[in-house]
């Protein structure tokens, strides 16, 4: 894992101002929902069991400018919060910005973690089923209106950062 902000600096980052609200759900209660986003989104291939390695494995997603902080698990099928004392199995940390360019697919995993802009942690054999899930699940029909805000936000964030330099 590299050392806090290293490589982050070349991705634009949310102003302070909206990271404030973030901070006011306990971490567990966003997990929960960041969990209930992910089993929507993931329903098909957690049925059919393609998450399973995952099976009571904890992933620590760290956002670094918002300051947020998830920690799921998969448990009977489901992913669900995991409790914040647990120790996490792997960590991907980034900003929100990279971690847009990796949900509406503007950017190659591959890239984002060459370039440090997103940093595995932990268990690099987890890491990697992760990322080659990632790269199967097509997400543009799953996501529908949802993919073409995530797109508005990306630009606009890459506006902003391109103006604060």
Known sequence: M?????GLSHSPRLPR?????FGI???????AVLARILNRVFRPELTSGELDFL???VMLIRVDDAHLTYRLTL??????AADSASTADLSIEGTTYDFL???TRRED????FFNRRLRLGGDTELGLHIKNFL???EMEDRLGPLLSIMNRVTELLSRFGSQSR
Do not use: F, M
């Open 25 to 31: 759900l306990p971490p567990r209660l966003n997990g």
């Open 109 to 112: 995993p591959d890239t984002l």
């Open 75 to 80: 448990r009977d099928g489901r992913l669900e």
């Open 135 to 137: 790269d199967s699940v």
């Open 101 to 103: 360019l990796l949900a």
């Open 17 to 21: 101002l909206l990271t404030l609200p």
């Open 2 to 6: 590299s050392a806090g902000g290293q």
């Open 55 to 57: 099976d009571q494995r």
